[in-house]
C-alpha cells in the first residue's frame, strides 16, 4: 500500500536551515507530482511546493519563494524540501503528500 514518512523536522533558530525528506513506497513514485504541505497553528493546510514527476517542474508558494526548494530522487523514491532563511510564521508541521495519501508530518520549529 501507499506509505509516505516524512521526516528531518525540529527545532531552529530564525534564519537556520532544515532539510525535510519523505521516503516514499508502494506505488511508481516517478510518475506523479508529489507536494509538501504545511499546517500551522490554528491556521488550515498550505500548499506550501509542488513538484512534477521528472522533478523538471517546480512551483512554491510565495510566502516561501526564494527560501525553499523541492526535489526528489525518483531512483531512492524520496521527496525533499530544503528550507532556507527560516522564519518563525514557518513554524508548522509539514507533510508530504500525493492526492489522498500523506505522511504522518514532521513538525518544524522556528524559534529563538
Known amino acids: 500500500q501507499v506509505q509516505l514518512v516524512d521526516s528531518g523536522g525540529g527545532l531552529v533558530q530564525p534564519g537556520g536551515s532544515l532539510r525535510l525528506s519523505c521516503a516514499a513506497s508502494?506505488?511508481?513514485?516517478?510518475?506523479?507530482?508529489m507536494m509538501w504541505v504545511r499546517q500551522a497553528p490554528g491556521e488550515g493546510l498550505e500548499c506550501v511546493s509542488v513538484?512534477?514527476?521528472?522533478?523538471?517542474?517546480?512551483d512554491v508558494a510565495d510566502s516561501v519563494k526564494g527560501r525553499f526548494t523541492i526535489s526528489r530522487d525518483n531512483t531512492k523514491h524520496t521527496l525533499f524540501l530544503q528550507m532556507n532563511s527560516l522564519k518563525p510564521e514557518d513554524t508548522a508541521i509539514y507533510y508530504c503528500?500525493?492526492?489522498?495519501?500523506w505522511g504522518q508530518g514532521t513538525q518544524v520549529t522556528v524559534s529563538s
Open positions: 503528500n500525493l492526492d489522498q495519501f
Open positions: 508502494g506505488f511508481p513514485f516517478g510518475i506523479y507530482t
Open positions: 513538484i512534477s514527476p521528472g522533478g523538471s517542474h517546480t
